[in-house]
């Protein structure tokens, strides 16, 4: 799951000032043979990717395209433009028909699916530098112990806080619930917190919160599902808990946080020009999001791929180095919508609030690289944890048998 973030006209600036940079794909790394003949050679690549979210992302790709071609004389960078709604369907029927392009950008969630399935190629070994990316976005590469793609952009969610209500973010989980039941306490028509639902976006985000109690959903290399252990179930308690201070009668009311009936709630850097925007009066604050043993995170964002049937791999593979490289990087993770996931790379200037989303994507962690995970988010771990808070099962009960359906799909015993 990523979502784009809106923060005006930076991308626009930062074309103009990518006009300056030169060739060099400041990737840490190269591939042996992915260099471009100097005698007229010609060589053509297709990449496939969302449609630009602004024109002024459009520029920033189209400038770094140029400068990717100035660098290798006799290269053809061709870039194929999908809506996003559209991009999975259409990637989907080319493959099956034999006419994929040689790279593109993948959602995070489906890499593992892609990589078990051999519609799509190994990292070769020395193209980059993996100590010089974010843990969290590189292994949402990962399916089987190898790298199968690389990360272009990333985000997660923070913890948003009215500082008229709540005026120091907490830290922990103890204390979290002190401060919601502080608010609820002080006017009963104020919730503490705007707790997640159980949706796909609430599943998307409980493994952060589970991560943060020591845990994981799951052990994918040995084939355990590990939702049904206590640290799992004490972060959906943790949720359960929260709503007594929190009651859905009110943070169910329309933009709970934005209106002041909600003290705090979880969301991404996507909301955060919004706000200011349509409640400018709001004097809110984002921190990391509050833990129980350890600081964890979810992670959402863009990968990219090369796949098995292109017929120049080794410039595949360059090209995609260059886009995440650390001179690139923070251009086209700003264009996609996300924050750069190479730990040089330049982070277009934001608010303060963006302090606290890049300390939480230090921590993120990845998504299991489990092919029929989404199906997992989406179908079995959401309606457990509103079957929890909505006190039609205990916490323990409702994980208990969505870790039983788990393991029924995927075919696991343990």
Same mark, same amino acid.
């Given at each position: 799951?990523?979502?784009?973030?809106?923060?005006?006209?930076?991308?626009?600036?930062?074309?103009?000032?990518?006009?300056?940079?030169?060739?060099?794909?400041?990737?840490?790394?190269?591939?042996?043979?992915?260099?471009?003949?100097?005698?007229? %050679?010609?060589?053509?690549?297709?990449?496939?990717?969302?449609? !630009?979210?602004?024109?002024?992302?459009?520029?920033?790709? %189209?400038?770094?395209?140029?400068?990717?071609?100035?660098?290798?004389?006799?290269?053809?960078?061709?870039?194929?433009?999908?809506?996003?709604?559209? =991009?999975?369907?259409?990637?989907?029927?080319?493959?099956?028909?034999?006419?994929?392009? !040689?790279?593109? *950008?993948? !959602?995070?969630?489906?890499?593992?699916?892609?990589?078990?399935?051999?519609?799509?190629?190994?990292?070769?070994?020395?193209?980059?530098?993996?100590?010089?990316?974010?843990?969290? /976005?590189?292994?949402?590469?990962?399916?089987?112990?190898?790298?199968?793609?690389?990360?272009?952009?990333?985000?997660?969610?923070?913890?948003? =806080?009215?500082?008229?209500?709540?005026?120091?973010?907490?830290?922990?989980?103890?204390?979290?619930?002190?401060?919601?039941?502080?608010?609820?306490?002080?006017?009963?028509?104020?919730?503490?917190?705007?707790?997640?639902?159980?949706?796909?976006?609430?599943?998307?985000?409980?493994?952060?919160?589970?991560?943060?109690?020591?845990?994981?959903?799951?052990?994918?290399?040995?084939?355990?599902?590990?939702?049904?252990?206590?640290?799992?179930?004490?972060?959906?308690?943790?949720?359960?808990?929260?709503?007594?201070?929190?009651?859905?009668? *009110?943070?169910?009311?329309?933009?709970?946080?934005?209106?002041?009936?909600? +003290?705090?709630?979880?969301?991404?850097?996507?909301?955060?020009?919004?706000?200011?925007?349509?409640?400018? !009066?709001?004097?809110?604050?984002?921190?990391?999001?509050?833990?129980?043993?350890?600081?964890?995170?979810? *992670?959402?964002?863009?990968?990219?791929?090369?796949?098995?049937?292109?017929?120049?791999?080794?410039?595949?593979?360059?090209?995609?180095?260059?886009?995440?490289?650390?001179?690139?990087?923070?251009?086209?993770?700003?264009?996609?919508?996300?924050?750069?996931?190479?730990?040089?790379?330049?982070?277009?200037?934001?608010?303060?609030?963006?302090?606290?989303?890049?300390?939480?994507?230090?921590?993120?962690?990845?998504?299991? +690289?489990?092919?029929?995970?989404?199906?997992?988010?989406?179908?079995? *771990?959401?309606?457990?944890?509103?079957?929890?808070?909505?006190?039609?099962?205990?916490?323990?009960?409702?994980?208990?048998?969505? +870790? /039983?359906?788990?393991?029924?799909?995927?075919?696991?015993?343990?």
């Amino acid at each position: 799951m990523s979502r784009g973030l809106a923060r005006g006209t930076a991308v626009a600036l930062l074309a103009t000032a990518l006009a300056a940079c030169g060739g060099g794909d400041g990737s840490g790394g190269g591939t042996s043979g992915s260099g471009t003949g100097t005698g007229g %050679e010609s060589r053509e690549l297709t990449f496939w990717m969302y449609q !630009d979210r602004t024109p002024q992302a459009g520029q920033v790709i %189209e400038r770094i395209r140029r400068d990717f071609e100035r660098a290798n004389p006799g290269v053809t960078v061709k870039l194929v433009k999908i809506p996003k709604d559209d =991009y999975n369907t259409k990637l989907g029927s080319a493959l099956a028909g034999g006419s994929a392009p !040689d790279a593109g *950008i993948l !959602d995070q969630p489906l890499v593992s699916k892609y990589a078990l399935d051999g519609t799509i190629e190994e990292v070769p070994a020395g193209l980059i530098d993996e100590a010089g990316y974010y843990r969290g /976005a590189l292994d949402t590469n990962r399916a089987g112990g190898k790298l199968y793609g690389l990360p272009q952009d990333q985000t997660t969610v923070a913890l948003f =806080y009215n500082r008229r209500l709540v005026p120091a973010p907490p830290k922990t989980w103890d204390e979290l619930k002190q401060a919601a039941a502080r608010v609820h306490a002080a006017d009963p028509d104020v919730a503490g917190m705007n707790v997640p639902k159980g949706d796909g976006y609430g599943a998307w985000m409980f493994p952060g919160v589970v991560h943060g109690a020591g845990g994981a959903m799951v052990d994918d290399a040995a084939k355990k599902v590990l939702f049904d252990q206590p640290p799992a179930v004490e972060a959906l308690q943790l949720w359960v808990d929260l709503q007594k201070s929190s009651p859905r009668a *009110i943070t169910d009311s329309d933009k709970p946080f934005e209106n002041g009936r909600a +003290a705090m709630t979880i969301s991404g850097p996507w909301d955060v020009p919004t706000i200011k925007e349509q409640f400018p !009066d709001l004097d809110f604050g984002v921190a990391p999001l509050p833990y129980k043993t350890e600081p964890a995170g979810n *992670i959402g964002g863009e990968n990219s791929v090369v796949f098995s049937t292109s017929d120049d791999p080794d410039l595949a593979w360059k090209w995609l180095a260059f886009l995440a490289g650390p001179d690139h990087n923070g251009a086209v993770a700003d264009a996609l919508g996300g924050f750069p996931v190479h730990l040089k790379a330049r982070v277009v200037a934001g608010g303060p609030e963006q302090a606290a989303f890049l300390e939480q994507l230090k921590v993120a962690r990845a998504r299991p +690289a489990v092919p029929q995970w989404i199906q997992v988010n989406d179908e079995i *771990i959401a309606p457990a944890i509103e079957s929890a808070l909505t006190g039609r099962a205990t916490a323990r009960q409702a994980l208990a048998d969505a +870790a /039983a359906r788990t393991r029924s799909l995927l075919g696991w015993t343990g």
